[in-house]
Nanobody, 127 residues
Framework: QVQLVESGGGLVQPGGSLRLSCAAS????????IGWFRQAPGKEREGVSC????????YYADSVKGRFTISRDNANNTVYLQMNSLEPEDTAVYYC????????????????????WGKGTLVTVSS
């Protein structure tokens, strides 16, 4: 069955960096796009960044523009989220999510139209 396995979360000081990885497997129909979503305690889920597998087109939430970079390794079915200049407000559980049908990364991230979710990895930004 489909699996999305996140890794790379942890504790980091403000201003530090982390790189999250999402390994996708088990798709009978190839995934169309993968996104990173996050949810902090007491807050709604937020689409952080999404990327199209074929075109590489991307979307970033305003809150992470200029600090986070999403990328893909199609040969290994892996998507990365490089997070720099981390702030305490970035503390959340980060989820990898996949969509199998065509939709722009912007709409995927802003509407949460997702077919599969990973279990999440915790990112804590604290001194």
């Amino acid at each position: 069955q489909v699996q999305l396995v996140e890794s790379g979360g942890g504790l980091v000081q403000p201003g530090g960096s982390l790189r999250l990885s999402c390994a996708a497997s088990g798709f009978t129909r190839d995934w169309y796009a993968i996104g990173w979503f996050r949810q902090a305690p007491g807050k709604e889920r937020e689409g952080v960044s999404c990327i199209s597998k074929s075109t590489g087109s991307t979307y970033y939430a305003d809150s992470v523009k200029g600090r986070f970079t999403i990328s893909r390794d199609n040969a290994n079915n892996t998507v990365y989220l490089q997070m720099n200049s981390l702030e305490p407000e970035d503390t959340a559980v980060y989820y990898c999510a996949a969509r199998q049908w065509g939709l722009s990364p912007l709409l995927i991230c802003t509407t949460g139209r997702i077919d599969y979710w990973g279990k999440g990895t915790l990112v804590t930004v604290s001194s």
